[in-house]
């Protein structure tokens, strides 16, 4: 198999999350990082030998195959406007742009330089959540009536939390709906395969303003709380929590909860989807399990294990049942196939593309519409 040549942007703790996983692929070498903020350094730490602060620059010395775009949300269109008019294939951290347009005008770059663009939407890829999508294509529950679930954490619980992503400049207008709500949207739509056609939002920001540590602030890091640290007083102007109403495609109806301050979740997503036969629930807290309920004989519960589930599920598992596959995994199995893909235009995938990318950027932008009219907005 060629090998492919692939760099990084962006050495938060998501880029350090990407590197890990393209290297267990075993055909891909990172072989350069970018960041405009101790390159070097960070090259060193994870042991890369080339560094660049210009992400240009980079581009044009190497010849690379992939750039995966770990930076904040306000860069995203930039660069990888300039890496795939270069011919570079791209992986894109959500949401992949600031606005809609951008969006729309990146797809349509990737389709008409005919590039490989992903968005990593990653729990795609744990192999119980993927096993609902096959349970309910197979009929398993009937006809889908309802969907319910959360996105929790509590990262931003004390008004001392900061981060890049509190600012609308960097981040965009919406942040926890844009950051972990489109997650939890993107993989109710992938499982259930049905489309939202309307929302409704509520919007709560419990702090109007938080308090900075002056000086570098990194995206769940744990700053000390001492008297001694020096804060600046910041306005925030995008949610903390939402909670939202949904209708889809099918009539059925849906709900859920995206809180950014909910104490003692560290990152739990929860997925229930109820049918006229059966219904099913996930949660990355208890992440090898699927719980199939029934009313007229016992509930059942479906552990992670390739020889119980079905095909496009067992191609997401590497490791033996009783073996935990967790967050970088979900991301290994991703990257696999967005890698194949470059190598292969007819191999078998199902990872997020910019269309895809596209459709979260337009229902965040409906949902943050919902929360101002506070009604019922139609999904375009």
Known sequence: ????????????????????????????????????????????????DQSFSDYKDMIEKLDLDFIHICTPNYTHYEIAAYAIEKGINIILEKPMTMTVDEGKKLAALAKKHKVVAAVN?????????????????????????????SYLQDWLLYETDYSWRLETSKSGSTRAIADIGSHWIDLIE??????????????????????????????????????????????IDTEDMASLMLRFENGAVGSALINQMFAG??????????????????NLDDLSNVVIGRRSSPNQIVTKDAGLM?????SLI???????????????QGFKQIYSKALDDKSETFFADLEAGLREMIICEKIRESSQKNSFVKIL
């Open 265 to 282: 979740k560290k990152n739990s997503i929860d997925v229930k989807i109820s049918g006229t036969v059966a219904s099913v629930e996930w």
């Open 121 to 149: 939407f990653q729990n795609r890829f744990y192999p119980a959540a993927h096993y609902l999508k096959e349970l309910i294509g197979s009929g398993e529950i009937g006809d889908i009536t309802s969907i319910s679930g």
């Open 318 to 332: 590497s490791f033996p049942a009783g073996h935990a596959e967790g967050f970088p995994d979900a991301f290994k």
């Open 1 to 48: 198999m060629k090998r492919l040549k692939s760099a990084v942007i962006g050495l938060g703790f998501i880029g350090a999350a990407h590197i890990e996983a393209v290297r267990r692929l075993g055909f891909v070498d990172v072989v350069a990082v970018c960041d405009p903020v101790d390159a070097h350094q960070k090259a060193a730490v994870n042991h890369i």
């Open 310 to 314: 079905g095909k496009d599920t067992a």
């Open 190 to 235: 992938y499982i259930s395969g049905l489309r939202i056609t309307e929302v409704m939002a509520d919007f709560k920001t419990v702090y109007h303003k938080r308090k900075k540590a002056k000086g570098q602030n990194l995206t769940f890091s744990q700053k000390s709380k001492a008297a001694s640290v020096e804060y600046e007083e910041i306005p």
